[in-house]
């Protein structure tokens, strides 16, 4: 199980896929599940600060997950969201949905059960700080805030950082932090395959790759 966390937009995604796909791990993405929480408030017109109606509906509603080449893909009532994950309406209120402490419990009780299907490249904000603690391997990217906002226009997106980043970092559950013994990359001025390298130079010295018989 290897874990990456770090703010938004900061490669951590492209990187966590890249690293899976080199490791022959499955990849999951564990702000997905946030943001599908999000759309599902959306759909029903809940407010993402009416947290008795989110959850509510939460509860509701039914999940499937599943992996798909490696993937993780998921629905609910039936709908794969994923088209819809990085619309303006999620962007705008998934920090306040994730805020939620039992939408947080929910979502942790549940990507704790993905370790039985195979290993894992995990990436979100407390994956391991909070979701698999004891993971030997965990990771943490940074990059500048300007880094960040040309990385998101880049990529056509709308997303206030500065607000998310705030958000993520102060609720009171379970905020965005630096795991103690995570080992940190900024990434500001190193390419995505340059993350990579480094983590993978990291699993090397811990033996992971050795085990593995990748090296
Ligand atoms: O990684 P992302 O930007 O797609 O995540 C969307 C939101 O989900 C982010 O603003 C905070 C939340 N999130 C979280 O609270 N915990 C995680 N493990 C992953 C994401």
Not at 47 to 67: E, H, T, W
Not at 151 to 165: K, N, S
Request: charged letters at 25%; one cysteine or more.
């Amino acid at each position: 199980m290897i874990a990456i966390d770090g703010p938004a937009a900061s490669g951590k995604s492209t990187v966590a896929r890249k690293l899976a796909k080199r490791l022959g791990f499955s990849y999951v993405n564990s702000g997905a599940l946030y943001r599908g929480i999000a759309w599902l408030a959306g759909e029903h017109h809940i407010g993402p600060n009416d947290a008795s109606a989110v959850c509510g509906q939460m509860r509701k509603s039914v999940f499937k997950f599943d992996l798909q080449s490696k993937e993780l893909v998921f629905s609910i009532d039936g709908i794969n969201p994923e088209a819809h994950l990085r619309n303006e309406q999620v962007n705008q209120t998934v920090s306040s949905i994730s805020a939620i402490a039992e939408v947080r419990e929910f979502l942790v009780a549940h990507l704790r059960t993905f370790l039985s299907w195979d290993d894992l490249v995990m990436e979100g904000r407390d994956i391991g700080s909070i979701v698999f603690p004891d993971t030997l391997y965990k990771f943490y990217i940074d990059a500048s805030l300007e880094v960040r906002a040309q990385r998101r226009a880049f990529q056509g997106q709308r997303d206030d950082l500065f607000y998310r980043d705030r958000a993520d970092s102060s609720r009171r559950s379970s905020p965005l932090t630096i795991a103690e013994d995570a080992h940190v990359i900024d990434s500001s001025s190193l390419t995505i395959d340059g993350v990579v390298g480094e983590i993978v130079g990291r699993l090397k010295m811990k033996g992971l790759l050795t085990a593995l018989r990748l090296d």
